[in-house]
């Protein structure tokens, strides 16, 4: 039973949870926002939806549509979320400064504790 306990209370479980929750109803935002782009495309070139359009006597028309419905996804997602998401995230909590791992740091303490135990003067 502690199995199972330990399994609900992780903390993966629930960040998961939350995030499939949080993703199930931006997904509405997103396609609302994307159906409104594409009516506007659709003032421009006459019709949102270019289901009907057959260049040819080839059905292309879904696929039109969802290339463009896929583009300005795409934008939407980008611009509204991730550019905004990034610059806070810079501004809140920056990347740590550039300089040596840790883990080579170590090594080259080890490599310099070896040498002068050796008797020999560690690299510069």
Known sequence: MSGFKNFLLRGNLIELAVAFIIGGAF???VAATVDVL???VGKIGGTPD???YEPGGVSVGAW???VISF???AAVVYFFIVTPYTKAKERYFPSAPP???EDVQLLREIRDLIATQQGRTPPA
Do not use: K, R
């Open 27 to 29: 997904a509405t935002v």
């Open 50 to 52: 270019f289901s009907n």
């Open 71 to 73: 583009v300005i996804l």
């Open 38 to 40: 594409l009516d506007l």
């Open 64 to 66: 039109l549509t969802a």
């Open 99 to 101: 300089g040596t791992p």
